[in-house]
């Protein structure tokens, strides 16, 4: 693990923890142990509390700890890395991960620019490794539903959708204050949505444009470069010109006691239908005095991560957040011990068709990041109303700003 806070003890931890009971197992691999091998981190101090008080029966592991906790990590004969840091930190570790010959797993987005997916996708190639990129909300079963009933043909033609994720200001201004300086709620948690759209309703489009403006003044200066909140529009047109408009609003500084805690909704408008979910009202309410919100969220989401006594006796815990992590190691297992080392080239590609997380499929999602964090940058220096266009004659990701006709090529490639 490379990092190892609030995402890491969300998921991963819990992960790791029901593999050290229980190994893996396909068919085609038989059973396949999976061990935290090691951790690296700027300051170590929450790997080092969670050695000291451990499950019984979870291995101690490497804490590896400052500038070259990456580079100990990496030789301390790991086979696979997950990146779990702030979105701006993905870049580099996985670069070193890849290069290594590791297989490599990235928190949500990837990478911030297109020139450094494909910096990682080369690496990937090179070293006959998969790239793998973690979005969680493909999962949610509500969502697997949605893109059934279009994968069915019985919701056809998607022509505009809203998207909304609101999280509370102690996120932002406790848990994520050492790194939300410069950053905003887009990148961080919208690219959930734009995978979601981008991969349920593809793939008969084109992204066209992408346009986004948002609010400063309680996370950061009024003035400065930290984001509270942000809308973001994308469109894509269909290769008859109609064209389909989704709109992504997100923020961080929703009231602390807003009873969502986390709140969520979609809604997306087609053809012959409308398909609107909303993460509270699908769920439980729970209040417990003295224990709520804090530790007992009033609207939980049992669905993404829970603990549970099972029927049976047995203590686990389940969800989706977790049920992508462990997806990628049975890829990682399917790929090394799926058959004969002769055909593991054609496991490999096998694993890496999966539009659904390869970094291969990464490619809108990346790009309508580079071109949200390119328009935010513009605003806070001063000029708003900027629109990024995609692959236009001008290149794949092309930025104008109002009243101009000259344009700044944010990447020169096909996205």
Aim: net charge negative; glycine share 8%.
């Amino acid at each position: 693990m490379v990092g190892f806070g609030m995402i890491a003890d969300e998921t991963y931890r819990p992960f790791f923890e029901a593999a050290a009971q229980s190994p893996l197992y396909g068919p085609r691999t038989g059973p396949v142990g999976v061990e935290l091998a090691a951790v690296a981190s700027r300051t170590g101090s929450r790997a080092a509390t969670y050695l000291a008080d451990r499950p019984a029966g979870m291995p101690a592991f490497r804490n590896c700890v400052g500038p070259s906790s990456v580079v100990e990590l990496l030789a301390a004969g790991v086979d696979s890395v997950c990146v779990a840091t702030p979105d701006d930190r993905h870049f580099v570790p996985a670069r070193a991960a890849l290069a290594a010959g590791k297989h490599v797993l990235i928190e949500k987005p990837s990478v911030l620019g297109l020139a450094e997916l494909d910096e990682l996708q080369s690496l990937a190639d090179r070293n006959g490794v998969l790239a793998k990129v973690v979005y969680h909300k493909l999962l949610d079963p509500d969502h697997k539903r949605l893109r059934t009933l279009v994968a069915d043909g019985v919701l056809r033609h998607v022509n505009t959708g809203y998207c909304s994720l609101l999280e509370p200001r102690s996120i932002a201004a406790g848990q994520f204050a050492e790194w939300v300086t410069g950053r905003n709620p887009a990148t961080y948690v919208a690219v959930h949505y734009l995978k979601l759209i981008d991969f349920t309703f593809g793939p008969d489009w084109a992204l066209d444009r992408v346009t986004a403006t948002g609010q400063r003044g309680l996370v950061g200066p009024a003035d400065g470069p930290t984001w509270d909140s942000v809308q973001l529009q994308l469109v894509y047109r269909y290769a008859d010109d109609r064209e389909a408009a989704f709109d992504i609003h997100t923020s961080w500084v929703t009231p602390d006691n807003f009873p969502g805690y986390v709140e969520q909704e979609v809604q997306f408008r087609f053809d012959n239908a409308v398909w609107a979910a909303h993460q509270r009202k699908r769920g439980v309410e729970l209040t417990v005095e003295g224990r709520s919100p804090a530790e007992f969220k009033y609207t939980p989401n049992h669905h993404y991560n829970a603990a549970f006594l099972e029927p049976w006796g047995e203590r686990s815990r389940r969800g989706y957040g977790i049920e992508v992590i462990e997806r990628f190691f049975r890829e990682v297992a399917h790929v090394e011990f799926g058959g004969p080392p002769e055909s593991r080239p054609d496991r490999l590609r096998d694993m890496r068709s999966l539009a659904y997380n390869d970094l291969a499929a990464d490619r809108n999602c990346v790009a309508v990041v580079q071109a949200t964090e390119a328009i935010l940058r513009k605003a806070a220096a001063g000029t708003t109303g900027c629109v990024v266009r995609v692959n236009g004659p001008a290149g794949g990701l092309v930025l104008y700003e109002p009243g101009s006709a000259a344009a700044e090529v944010l990447y020169p490639g096909r996205v």
